[in-house]
Each structure stands twice: as C-alpha cells, then as structure tokens.
C-alpha cells in the first residue's frame, strides 16, 4: 500500500511524535509497503514523493530535514495562519491511508481527523469525536462516569471560572492537569497550598480548563487495547518520581514489565476496564489506558490515549511483542484495522 506516516506538528510533543513517525514509517517500509514520512505543518515540496519513493527514498534523511524544521518552528507560527504544510492534503488524497503519528494538539485531538473526514482521506486510529473525547481530560471522565468506569473523584475548572480556591478545602496531595494536554505535559502532583497554586497557574498557560483529582497512591501500569480487546498489561516502575515526560521517554527511566505480575482474576479485570473505558469513548482500531491499582487493590482507569507512542520506550509495541507480533507486524495491523472503519 502506499501510505502517509505523518508526524511532528506544533503541539508539546512533536518531539516525540518525529520519533514514532519515524520508527513506524521504517517498520511499514521493511513490511514492503510504500511508506514516506511527512510534516504535517511543514509539508513537502513534492507532490509526487509516494511515487518516487517506491524507487529511492532516503528515510534517514527526510528524519533529519523533519527534525530541523523544528528549530524554525516557533517563527514559522508567528508568520502564518494555515495548520496544515505545503501539500499535505493533496499527498494524503493520494495514499491508501494516512497512518497517524501524530500526539498532543492539532493530531491527537481530532482536528486533523476531522479534516481528513471532509477531504476523503482515510487515517488510522479513531474518528474526530472519539479523538477530541479522549484528547479532553474533563469531558472523558464525563463518559468514564456515564459508563461505569471507575476513575478518581475529580473537579473540573475552566480560567474563566471565578474560583475561590480556599472554599474547596482540598486534602493533599492533589493532582493538577491541564484538560488537553499529553504525555503527561500539565500534569502536576502538588504537596500543599503553595504547590497547588503554582499548579494552577502552570496548567492555565497550557489550556483554559483544569482537573483537579484526587491522587490515587499506587502502582501504575498501561493496558493497550486494540480491535476492542486488550493487549498483555505492562507495569510501569519509575526508577525515580512518577511516569511523568521524562519517565516516558528516556530510555531507562523505568522498569516496564511485561506481562504484568497480577494475578489472572486482577489482570482480567484491569484489562476489562481499560476495554470499557476505551469503548465508553469511541476509540476504533487500537488506543491505551492508564491504570492505578491501590494498596487495597482498588482500580482507577485515569484516561485514554488514542493515538499512543510508537517510540522505543513506548508501550503498546511492548505489549504486542509480549503476544508475538514484532513491530512491523505491528504497524501492519494497525493499518487493517483501521481500513475496516471504512468498509
């Protein structure tokens, strides 16, 4: 097949989302479809780059152009009023399907998705509602909620709200998130009052609405689900702190163990919830959720990510191996899946 990998963007972690690109487009490659890497803000200056990759492409090289468009980005911004780059959407037109790279704002979020519904482009992952539910911290424990998902007690604040902080008599620690944010950016435990203002107020220059939920003690671990059925657990053991940004990406950081040591009643029920939880907000093809478990054995699904890493830390790639499936196997099925949406 002929296929878009798109990555990098604007949002917090375009870092991250040039490395899954990368990986997944070197995956879909090696699996012997015709894969090229693109900017979604930066575009390509050739309309004809699914063409002429199917007789030389240098991926190692559109990697390197990509990363360096990063150094021009926030000037870029200023300058013009347009998302997506040169191209883009006249190159996606031409693929099979677009596989999504993309994480964090403008990708993850369900703008491009919607975008691509209107221009007749096919892309992997979830429709645009499910994307912008899942990318929204408040609005998917909303649906947690509805749909019995268990999930901590929550408050959800916008920067317009004339809050008066000392009336809600807050136990410590807290957690502060910034509603739209991902891979952990706006996401802050806070120890006291003063943490806790500082929390708002950082989380407040990332996004307009603010949760404010219970901190949960306990161990964390991930549960990819794809197809409506979950994948292997991993636990998550930060050598240091909690599975924040850095504890994600840094090779080392932590301990991830696959498959989790849970008993088969505990495992089962943890992977039926992740199942729920992504279910409760449309996720189609494949996604991840979070979960605590407390020391009473108590768990609490924290949110759905809809378009989860592709990097060499990352976990749902962990999880597939853990049943067989290297990572261009991988790629592969993610791909077919996501084609069945449009059948």
């Known amino acids: 097949m002929n296929i878009v990998v798109l990555c990098g963007g604007i949002s917090t972690e375009r870092e991250i989302s040039i490395t899954s690109g990368y990986r997944v487009c070197e995956g879909l490659r090696s699996y012997g479809h015709n894969a090229v890497m693109m900017d979604v803000y930066f575009g390509n200056e050739s309309l004809d780059i699914l063409e002429n990759a199917k007789e030389e492409y240098d991926l190692e090289k559109e990697k390197a152009i990509i990363e360096g468009y990063t150094e021009i980005l926030e000037e870029e911004m200023k300058n013009r009023s347009l998302f997506f780059g040169k191209n883009v959407i006249a190159i996606c037109q031409k693929a099979d399907i677009v596989f999504m790279a993309l994480h964090g704002k403008c990708g993850e979020d369900g703008l491009c998705q919607a975008a691509f519904d209107l221009n007749g482009i096919k892309y992997t992952g979830s429709g645009h509602l499910a994307s912008a539910i899942g990318m929204d911290k408040g609005v998917t424990k909303?649906?947690?909620?509805?749909?019995?998902?268990?999930?901590?007690?929550?408050?959800?604040?916008?920067?317009?709200?004339?809050?008066?902080?000392?009336?809600?008599?807050?136990?410590?620690?807290?957690?502060?998130?910034?509603?739209?944010?991902g891979s952990s950016v706006g996401v802050i435990i806070a120890q006291n009052r003063e943490e806790f203002d500082d929390a708002i107020q950082t989380c407040f220059e990332l996004d307009d609405e603010v949760l404010i939920e219970k901190y949960v003690k306990g161990r964390e671990f991930s549960v990819g689900v794809v197809s409506g059925k979950a994948l292997p657990i991993v636990e998550i053991i930060p050598k240091n702190g909690w599975y924040d940004y850095k504890?994600?990406?840094?090779?080392?950081?932590?301990?991830?163990?696959?498959?989790?040591?849970?008993?088969?009643?505990?495992?089962?029920?943890?992977?039926?919830?992740?199942?729920?939880?992504?279910?409760?907000?449309?996720?189609?093809?494949?996604?991840?959720?979070?979960?605590?478990?407390?020391?009473?054995?108590?768990?609490?699904?924290l949110e759905v990510n809809t378009l989860p890493g592709m990097t060499p830390t990352s976990l749902v790639p962990m999880e597939a191996k853990a049943i067989g499936f290297d990572f261009p196997e991988l790629c592969n099925m993610l791909v077919e899946l996501s084609l069945e949406k449009y059948q």
């Not at 749909?147 to 408050?155: C, D, I, L, N, R």
């Not at 505990?266 to 907000?281: F, G, P, R, V, Y």
Request: proline residues 5%; aromatic residues 8%.
């Open 247 to 301: 504890n994600k990406y840094q090779a080392g950081a932590t301990e991830d163990i696959c498959p989790a040591p849970l008993s088969k009643e505990l495992t089962e029920k943890m992977q039926k919830i992740a199942e729920d939880a992504c279910d409760s907000i449309g996720v189609v093809a494949y996604a991840r959720a979070d979960v605590l478990m407390d020391d009473e054995e108590n768990m609490y699904c």
């Open 142 to 181: 909303q649906m947690f909620k509805a749909y019995g998902v268990p999930t901590p007690e929550s408050m959800w604040i916008r920067k317009s709200d004339q809050m008066n902080y000392d009336e809600l008599n807050l136990k410590y620690p807290v957690v502060v998130k910034a509603c739209n944010g």
